[in-house]
């Protein structure tokens, strides 16, 4: 019987049947797989997660070094995205000196990131973004304002400003900060017009 064991037809009957084992391992371990994976999508489509999140009176807050309010954004919706972005409607944002609003931003929509306090502001047909300063002093119109760190900005999209009883001044773009003077280190440019008063 042990010329049996030592025979090379047998050793050869011992490896495939541990190769064929394997592969029978392998086929149903892919076939178990398969099955949860089914089982998964049927399970989520019955029950589909939210990849959007939506909250009526949405708001943002940026506060200085002091730990003083800086800017606030008010909002009547915003909906989260995957992505850390915010769309929102129906935007007001006040910018603040202390405890008084030197300026006040209106947009109809817009997006927000609550990472890095970057704020994006559109206009629509009926409405363009417009940024006021306190009791109407200065005034700024555009398509669209791009809100960064320290109260800069960038408007782009045609730009129209007013001071009140000094001077009106179009151009394409415009970056600048909302500061204590209201609009500081004001800078418009291309196709720039300017009407002194």
């Not at 029950?47 to 070094?65: F, G, I």
């Not at 669209?144 to 782009?156: D, Q, S, W």
């Not at 001044?169 to 196709?191: H, Q, S």
């Amino acid at each position: 019987m042990t010329w049996l064991f030592r025979s090379e037809y047998f050793k050869l009957f011992l490896a495939l049947g541990i190769l064929g084992t394997l592969a029978g391992l392998m086929f149903y371990a892919q076939y178990q797989a398969d099955k949860e994976e089914n089982e998964y999508q049927a399970n989520r489509a019955q029950n589909p997660t939210a990849e959007r999140v939506s909250v009526d009176n949405y708001e943002l807050k940026e506060v200085d070094d002091f730990n003083r309010l800086r800017w606030k954004l008010s909002a009547k919706s915003g909906i989260f995205e995957k992505d850390k972005k915010i769309h929102l409607t129906d935007i007001c944002m006040q910018y603040f000196d202390g405890e008084k609003v030197k300026m006040k931003v209106i947009a109809p929509t817009g997006l927000a990131n609550e990472t890095n306090r970057q704020v994006e502001l559109t206009s629509s047909d009926k409405q363009k973004v417009v940024a006021e300063g306190e009791e109407g002093k200065s005034r700024l119109e555009t398509s669209r304002l791009e809100l960064t760190k320290k109260n800069g900005f960038k408007a782009t999209g045609g730009v129209n400003i007013v001071w009140s009883g000094v001077a009106k001044v179009t151009g394409d773009y415009a970056t600048g900060v909302f500061g204590k003077k209201e609009l500081e280190d004001l800078k418009i440019i291309g196709n720039t017009h300017a009407i002194i008063q």
